[in-house]
């Protein structure tokens, strides 16, 4: 059977060009992330299956790539149910990993700890444009602060590395899960099909108003529950004006201190930011995971047609490892996303360092070839970057390859060749 030279679907091999970006980004990721005091974290690719399925990814855990016991714990001809077969998975984000890592460490970390972590995630998902079943993430999570000064300071870090990558006027939509809460107990619907509203409200950007409003009413909700719901949404405005008044408005089902938080976030945010940005209160933000408990946030960038990044407060998750909740919010930017739109922006990586190649003549002597390799050290320690290669027969081909790698200054090396 003949090898298959094509990766496996939905993962993709990264050619020198794409590398150079990819590369140049996550420098810039951890550059701007560190000048915020964030500290770089590693944890395995693999977690325990049961810490995958704690209900806690929403319907990412239906995408997860489970692995097979190993040696002796694997009896298939004994296994009865799944369990029997699998005890680990690939991590489908970052987040699960990263309570299950707190809650391990937290005597040894300070607090609050300011937690960056990258590194490759998985999901056995459709592949589709900026959507792979192998990506990259990249996160920032603050755990051990309850106050909205960790939203703060993240979506701050966010946008700033966003600025640097010269992306310009995106938006970040602003939502807290509390609101979603305070809105369907307002208008009449029960605690235990808030989940289920939530999903049809998500869908709003897609099939608007009259579209949410049939699909509550064909899953048997009230008619006057529905129409109350979805007159919110028409009169909320989409700025402080509107937490206000949905503070006013929701009296006796929303708490004061929630309106009054997102208020300071996005009032916050405006006043210290250091991009070109808008940040916009959404009450139609939901967010899949159901983890959330407070602020959820999302970056919504024009030229993608949709998200490239978002996060939010999920105080219960490491409670579930440890029994005492901890404070904890995180950003995640979409990394595999902010390369392809790059990528196709045709951007330069800014500072590049000069490439010089020396063309070596096939039978060039030993001691011509000691010669350019102490010239080449004495050019990298200069901060270039030096190739050297042995001259093909179609030199003209060869030093237009070379051309188009980014080496413009390639010298042709000689038996006779002048060093001196």
């Known amino acids: 059977m003949a090898l298959k030279k094509k990766p496996v679907k939905g993962m993709n091999d990264r050619l020198p060009e794409e590398m150079e970006i990819r590369d140049y980004v996550i420098g810039l990721i951890k550059e701007t992330y560190k000048s915020f005091g964030f500290s770089s974290i590693e944890t395995p690719c693999v977690e325990h299956l049961e810490n995958l399925l704690s209900k806690q990814g929403g319907d990412n855990e239906k995408l997860i790539f489970k692995i097979l016991k190993r040696g002796e714990k694997l009896k298939i001809d004994e296994a009865k149910e799944e369990g029997d077969l699998t005890d680990g998975g690939l991590r489908y984000d970052l987040t699960v990993p990263l309570s299950r890592y707190y809650a391990n460490h937290a005597n040894e970390l300070p607090s609050p700890f300011k937690a960056l972590q990258m590194g490759n995630v998985w999901r056995a998902d459709n592949p589709q444009r900026g959507r792979f079943r192998q990506f990259m993430q990249c996160d ?3 755990l051990g602060e309850p106050s909205n000064l960790a939203e703060i300071e993240l ?8 600025g640097k990558l010269d992306f310009k006027n995106f938006t970040i939509r602003i939502n807290d899960r509390r609101f979603l809460k305070a809105m369907a107990a307002y208008s009449g619907f029960q605690e235990k099909d808030y989940e289920k509203v939530f999903i049809i409200l998500d869908k709003m950007d897609k099939i608007g108003l009259d579209g949410v409003a049939s699909e509550l009413e064909e899953c048997g909700y009230a008619k006057e529950s529905v129409e109350k719901y979805l007159q919110l949404f028409k009169e909320i405005k989409n700025d402080v004006e509107g937490v206000r008044w949905c503070k006013e408005k929701l009296q006796g089902f929303l708490e004061d201190e929630a309106a009054d ?6 009032t916050s945010v405006e006043h210290a930011k250091e991009a070109e940005f808008t940040i916009r209160f959404d009450p139609t933000l939901v967010r899949g995971m159901s983890y959330y408990t407070g602020t959820i946030f999302e970056i919504a960038m024009d030229e993608f047609g949709g998200s490239v990044g978002g996060g939010g407060r999920y105080d219960k998750m490491i409670g579930k490892f440890t029994g005492q909740d901890t404070p904890a919010v995180g ?11 790059l990528s196709e922006r045709g951007y330069e990586v800014p500072s590049k360092r000069e490439k010089k190649a020396f063309l070596l003549e096939k039978s060039l002597p ?3 070839v000691l010669k350019v390799l102490e010239m080449a050290k004495k050019e990298r320690e200069d901060g270039k970057q030096v190739m050297l290669v042995k001259q093909k027969k179609n030199k ?3 030093k237009e390859q070379l051309k188009e790698q980014g080496y413009t200054d390639i010298i042709e090396v000689y038996a006779d060749s002048n060093f001196d």
């Open 366 to 368: 030993k001691e011509s």
């Open 396 to 398: 003209k081909f060869q």
């Open 155 to 162: 979506i701050l870090a966010t946008t700033c590395l966003l």
């Open 140 to 142: 920032i999570d603050i």
């Open 331 to 341: 950003f995640s930017i979409g990394f595999e996303r902010i390369v392809m739109l």
């Open 261 to 266: 938080s997102l208020e300071m976030i996005i």
